[in-house]
């Protein structure tokens, strides 16, 4: 049995690509949970997110800050889920990384809103012994640096900073239910 983000990435799928590059897609499935969702792919196969590359991994968070505000300022919604299922466990049917950008409005009866659990003393003391090796083991996690911003082609003025501040301002007024 084949891989549905494979066939997306071999073109025998009625997906539509918004964006392709040589690493990573951008799709709109025709198989969503609600209008407008958008699916941001490696183009090799990776099963899981602790299978991808780091720099395939930060190219598709890029995108999906990218494409987020892309969804904002063309569907108006008034908010986004901003989703990876990974794994079997972690409601993921196709066995290929992916992060899923979903528009929300109030009442679009999605319910993704899941209750939090108060963990006891022990039950919290239990996690962090198990996890803690384990995370050391991972070396020295001060070494990953942000990337630096790229240079402004231009400089921009104090009016053009106040502008895009109320533009700004007034597109998240539009996202407020």
């Known amino acids: 049995m084949g891989c549905d983000y494979c066939d997306i990435v071999d073109r025998n ?18 198989l969503v949970l609600i209008p407008g969702q958008i699916t941001i792919l490696p183009r090799q196969h990776f099963t899981i997110l602790e299978l991808v590359p780091d ?6 968070s890029v995108l999906a ?14 908010g986004t889920n901003i989703l990876v299922h990974n794994g079997l466990g972690g ?5 290929h990384f992916a992060i899923e950008i979903i528009p929300r409005r109030e009442g679009d009866g999605l319910n993704l809103q899941w209750p939090p659990k ?8 239990m996690v962090v012994q198990q996890l803690e090796p384990e995370v050391k083991k991972l070396g020295d996690l001060t070494q990953i640096k942000p990337e630096e911003p790229q240079q402004k082609k231009k400089e921009e003025t104090k009016s053009e900073v106040k502008e895009q501040k109320e533009n700004y301002l007034t ?3 539009r996202r407020i239910p």
Do not use: H, M, W
């Open 13 to 30: 799928s009625r997906a539509q690509i918004l964006y392709e590059d040589d690493t990573t897609l951008v799709v709109v499935k025709d």
């Open 55 to 60: 720099e395939i991994v930060r190219k598709c």
């Open 65 to 78: 800050s990218k494409v987020s505000q892309a969804v904002f300022d063309s569907l108006e919604p008034q």
């Open 91 to 95: 409601g993921q049917k196709v066995p």
């Open 118 to 125: 108060e963990v006891t003393e022990e039950e919290l003391e």
């Open 171 to 173: 597109k998240s007024l």
